[in-house]
């Protein structure tokens, strides 16, 4: 379970100081990533196309990781994350990754759950619900 931690430190890491540090090591060639928003990149270098070409677009502030849960092939890690967008958009939100290994010990797939981190009660004012006009925007 250790190394697999480590693995998903160091992809975390990756992102932090923007730079590959070994992607061909930890994910397997027909790898999947998909993000909790929606989209997928299928195969080890498209999730390498995606990591290198996001990082011209946005910088991650923070990728803390709470917890992990191990369950035979897989890992889950609970995590909070924040980054800004070029545009100056902050991007605060709670998550989940579900990682599945292949039998050498490198991920096989990896599927991000989001959270928003704006709650409120909708109950606050009585029985009736009084939800935000802004809709459900997941982050």
């Known amino acids: 379970m250790d190394?697999?931690?480590e693995?998903?430190?160091l992809w975390f890491r990756m992102w932090l100081e923007k730079r590959d540090l070994g992607i061909e090591d930890i994910f397997d060639p027909g790898a999947v990533y998909i993000e909790?928003?929606?989209p997928e990149y299928r195969g080890r270098d498209k999730i390498r196309l995606w990591f290198d070409e996001w990082n011209t677009r946005g910088t991650v502030l923070r990728w803390d990781i709470r917890q992990f849960f191990h369950r035979e092939d897989q890992t889950v890690a609970?995590?909070?994350f924040e980054n800004v967008m070029a545009d100056g958009r902050r991007e605060p939100f709670e998550g989940l990754s579900l990682i599945r290994w292949t039998g050498e010990g490198k991920?096989?797939?990896l599927q991000e759950f989001g959270c928003n981190i704006r709650r409120y009660d909708p109950y606050r004012d009585g029985p009736v619900p009084r939800f935000r006009e802004t809709g459900a925007p997941w982050f």
Do not use: V
Request: hydrophobic share 40%.
């Open 3 to 5: 190394r697999r931690e």
């Open 7 to 9: 693995i998903i430190r």
């Open 36 to 38: 909790s928003w929606g």
């Open 78 to 80: 609970e995590w909070y």
């Open 107 to 109: 991920i096989a797939s």
